[in-house]
C-alpha cells in the first residue's frame, strides 16, 4: 500500500508576452497616433472606453497608470509598476498609443 505523503496542489501557469507593439511605433496606426500627439485627453477617453471602464475616468488623477498597469496584468504582458510610470512620466503620448494599439489588437 502506497502513503501519499503530499498534498494535491493547484497550478496556474501564465506565460508572460511583450507588448505586441513597441513604444515608439506610433505611426503603424496613424488616427492613434495623431489623437495620442494632439489631443491626449480624448485618447485617454477613448482607452478607458475599450477597457470597460468610464469614459471619464482619466478625468481623475492617477488613472492612466492603473488604465496602463490594468491592461498589462489583463493581457499578461511583461513589465511592472515601475515601467508603467517611467513610461507614462517620460514619453506619455507614445504610451498612450500602445496602450490603445494593445487594446485594438488584444479584442
Sequence with gaps: MDVVNRQPQSTNVH??????????ECFDDMPVCLLGTFVPCVLACIISKQYGECLCLPCLPGTLMSLRTGIR??????????????????????ALCQMSRELKIRQ
Design 15 to 24: 506565460r508572460t508576452t511583450d507588448w505586441t507593439t513597441g513604444v515608439c
Design 73 to 94: 496584468e489583463r493581457h499578461h504582458v511583461q513589465g511592472s509598476i515601475v515601467e508603467d510610470w517611467f513610461m507614462l512620466c517620460c514619453i506619455p503620448h507614445c
